[in-house]
């Protein structure tokens, strides 16, 4: 078996043989299995034009172990991915594809401070620049009404279609690549270092709360020494609730990136939102409204604004926020304790008339992408349970981009999730 495969099977298995080194005695073992099975027929497949529609089918099965001892004071948990994918008429790994899942120690020696390691759930605060599972190690204490929070990451050991790093073109190139368990050039992410640390104020006020961040990540991938993306971000929080029904989010950050020999640029990226529970619902209707936004290129000194995790904007049309806009609402109608309906539809827009390209979009500086609509079922019986069915469509001639003609863009899919 490959070195790749039983690193991942490493990272799983070990945690259950360390604890038997330590104390039982005010101890608590656990484990179990989550089992994921979706499926959809759409015409977004890379193999697919026009009209026709193709299936594809993603199963993930993720064994986990956890436990504690001194009362909670020292906690771990350990998991372990495995995948099976069929897309664009064919199945994209033989048989499976293996990655280390979540997988951290906590220690928690004082109520107000606790420190992490692992591979952990990062976020950093905005949710416009990155998210995810991470390697690495976090501090986290709080001194009366604030709290401190720092962050030491690597990606380079995640799986790059997990990770979705791609930041300038040496990593388009590695992301293309099909993964191959025996060469951890085609299988790894980008190979970037993220130093996090934050101040939050949970309390700001009464009804408010304010949390800043500072990111510095750093390109150590070895591409010859003249391609490179250095950044740093920094981001403001702001939350309040006017009303105990509706919350507002606003979120800005403003950032610097040095790439390969060029002058350092700055760029932006920002976001406002709203959720509202509808008053005189049985359980409680909700309106969610969100605007969006990214800089594109405007000169040598403000530039598009690069992410470190390329996140979807959409559900069916699927860029990142670089050079984008997103207008974005969602209605979600609770119609019984266990079953929920949600329908919603997003724009988009251009920042810039180049960054956010495709072989379809003419030779013209147009910003109206086009927008979408889509809509979900969810029956959640049982926290272990929960099952949903959801389609949707992008529409390209709503905008002035696409190509006069350009079909739309579908998608039907189901889902189950089993917890046992």
């Known amino acids: 078996m490959n070195k790749i495969r039983r690193v991942s099977e490493l990272v799983f298995f070990i945690a259950p043989l360390l604890s038997l080194a330590l104390p039982k005695t005010a101890g608590a073992l656990d484990f ?28 993930t099965y993720i064994p986990w172990v956890s436990g504690e001892w ?34 951290e120690l906590v220690w928690q020696p004082l109520p107000a401070l606790f420190l992490e ?66 060469d951890s050039g085609t299988y790894f992410a980008s190979r970037r270092v993220l130093l996090s640390a934050g101040v939050e104020f949970p309390d700001l006020t009464r009804r408010s709360a304010l949390t800043l961040n500072g990111l510095a990540q750093f390109d150590v991938n070895d591409n010859g020494g003249s391609s490179f993306l250095h950044s740093q971000y920094f981001s403001a929080v702001y939350a309040c609730m006017p009303l105990e029904t509706l919350r507002f989010v606003g ?9 390969d020999a060029e002058d350092p640029f700055a760029c932006f990226a920002a976001s406002g939102g709203i959720e509202w529970e509808v008053p005189g619902t049985a359980i409680q209707d909700m309106v969610q409204t969100e605007v969006r936004w990214a800089s594109g290129k405007v000169n040598k000194h403000i530039g598009t604004f690069i992410p470190v995790k390329g996140t979807a904007q959409g559900e069916i049309f699927t860029p990142r926020l670089s050079a984008l806009m997103t207008a974005k609402g969602t209605y979600t109608a609770r119609l019984h304790r ?60 709503w905008g002035n981009v696409f190509k006069s003609g350009t079909p739309v863009r579908w998608k039907i899919a189901a889902g189950v999730i089993v917890s046992l």
Not at 251 to 259: I, M, T
Not at 357 to 375: D, K, N, Q, T, V
Request: net charge neutral; no cysteine.
């Open 32 to 59: 179990g299995l989550v089992i994921t099975q979706s499926s959809e027929y759409t015409n977004t497949s890379v193999n697919t034009t026009g009209d026709k529609g193709t299936p594809g089918y993603t199963g």
């Open 70 to 103: 001194r009362n909670g004071a020292l906690r771990f948990y350990a998991s372990m991915k495995l995948t099976m994918t069929y897309e664009a008429e064919m199945w994209k790994y033989r048989p499976f594809l293996a990655e280390a899942g979540r997988t």
């Open 117 to 182: 390691a692992g591979r952990i759930r990062f976020e950093e605060p905005s949710g416009l620049t990155a998210s995810g599972l991470f390697d690495g190690v976090r501090g986290n204490l709080t001194a009366g009404r604030v709290r401190f929070v720092f962050d030491a990451l690597y990606t380079g050991f995640l799986y790059k279609g997990t990770a979705k790093i791609v930041m300038n073109d040496a990593d388009a190139e590695r992301y293309a690549l099909p993964p191959d368990y025996t």
């Open 251 to 259: 979120r800005a950050v403003a950032a610097l990136a040095e790439q």
């Open 338 to 397: 266990t079953f929920s309906v949600q329908a919603g539809g997003t724009y988009f827009l251009r920042t810039d008339g180049e960054t956010v390209s495709a072989a379809e979009y003419p030779a013209s500086s147009s910003r109206a992408l086009g927008g979408e609509l889509y809509g979900s079922l969810v029956w959640a019986p049982v926290s272990d349970l929960m099952a949903r069915v959801g389609g949707g469509a992008f529409f390209p001639r």
